[in-house]
């Protein structure tokens, strides 16, 4: 069986897998970092947005995965759900453009399924949509406003590019997100900023030089430091207990479709 392609946005989120086995990395392949898992599992590190996301996804197929994974953190839109859980997308949704439609792709039911067997009881589990943005949607407001039109239960900014790229290759995806932050917290500007301008591989270090710069955000940053722990913990859960489903897919079963 092809090995599954893991696209993740940010280096955090790509060590809670584990440690490369090996990098595959190749200097036509700047900026994107792929790499090798111990389960066999392709792993390419993309930085944020759906274009990188895009990219890193042409570039696991063209290395053989037979089976694309979105993989990371994401924000709250459904009040309901809370900082730690492991949204599974049923369905990736598109953000829709002014009254555009939205496209969407479906979710494969099979992998979708053993996943939520497997994290039965490590971590809580919600299955429902999932929606890209291309911008990140920071504020309380916003998120009830996408919530209202769409009843997605989380986003992120990647999925959807994932989801497209699978489509057009006839191959099984799936999308496995941890709540970082829930549907009634904002994210400062600042947090935005510290992200954008240190990409993919930023240092924690970096990033605490930009935060410190507004001290009127650290009361909202301290409470997203501890959703930051807590999903982290998560997300290495979901990497523990769900790696043997990382490659069960079945790939001639519940492809992505765009509607």
Avoid at 29 to 34: A, G, M, N, V
Avoid at 151 to 168: I, T, Y
Avoid at 172 to 182: C, E, G, K, Q, Y
Wanted: hydrophobic share 50%.
């Amino acid at each position: 069986m092809n090995a599954t392609g893991i696209v993740a946005a940010l280096a955090f989120e790509a060590r809670c897998l584990g440690a490369p086995k090996r990098d595959l990395r190749s200097a036509s392949d700047l900026p994107l970092r792929l790499s090798r898992l111990a389960d066999g599992s392709l792993l390419c590190l993309a930085g944020m947005g759906g274009q990188s996301a895009a990219a890193a996804a042409q570039l696991l197929v063209r290395s053989g995965a037979g089976a694309l994974l979105s993989w990371g953190v994401a924000g709250a839109l459904d009040p309901s759900v809370r900082c730690g859980s492991a949204v599974l997308a049923t369905q990736v949704r598109r953000a829709a453009a002014d009254d555009a439609p939205a496209p969407q792709w479906t979710c494969d039911v099979a992998w979708r399924e053993r996943l939520a067997v497997a994290l039965a009881g490590h971590v809580e589990v919600v299955q429902s949509t999932l929606l890209t943005s291309e911008r990140p949607v920071a504020s309380v407001q916003d998120k009830a406003l996408l919530f209202q039109a769409t009843q997605a239960a989380a986003v992120d900014m990647e999925s959807a590019a994932v989801a497209e790229a699978a489509a057009q290759h006839g191959l099984p995806f799936m999308a496995l997100r941890i709540i970082v932050d829930t549907a009634h917290d904002s994210v400062p500007e600042s947090v935005l900023r510290a992200f954008a301008a240190d990409g993919a591989r930023g240092s924690p270090a970096r990033r605490l030089a930009h935060l410190m710069r507004a001290p009127a955000d650290w009361a909202a940053l301290l409470r997203l430091a501890w959703r930051y722990r807590r999903a982290r913990r998560s997300l290495r859960r979901c990497a523990r207990f769900g790696a043997p489903m990382r490659r069960g897919a079945q790939p001639d079963r519940d492809r992505p479709q765009v509607r």
